[in-house]
């Protein structure tokens, strides 16, 4: 069985640094992409970032310059560098990746549990 675990959220004053991570483990051919998800009370859920298997990332234009997406094939595990928060950047945040599984390789979307980030002003 195939899933996420995320860690690394926490509460942060304002201008501080988080760094999260999520580790996709089970029965797994491929991984790509992976990436960041974040939902604010009362906000849909928005795409921070996502980084595909050649390297190439993508970023909200919100968090470009202070957020910096990372992966570790080998570990199955993507990475979200969080600096210069802000009190905006309060979220849970979900981890994200559309893994191809078994023998047959059928890709599907998982998420991880979520992880809270809080940013004090």
């Known amino acids: 069985q195939v899933q996420l675990v995320e860690s690394g959220g926490g509460l942060v004053s304002a201008g501080g640094s988080l760094r999260l991570s999520c580790a996709a483990s089970?029965?797994?051919?491929?991984?790509?992409?992976m990436g960041w998800y974040r939902q604010g009370t009362g906000k849909q859920r928005e795409l921070v970032a996502t980084?595909?298997?050649?390297?190439?990332?993508t970023y909200a234009d919100s968090v470009k310059g202070r957020f910096t997406i990372s992966r570790d094939n080998a570990k199955n595990t993507v990475y979200l560098q969080m600096n210069s928060l802000k009190p905006e950047d309060t979220a849970v945040y979900y981890c994200n990746a559309e893994i191809s599984t078994g023998i047959l390789r059928r890709k599907s979307t998982y998420w991880g549990q979520g992880t809270q980030v809080t940013v004090s002003s």
């Open positions: 089970g029965s797994i051919f491929s991984i790509n992409p």
């Open positions: 980084i595909y298997t050649d390297s190439s990332t």
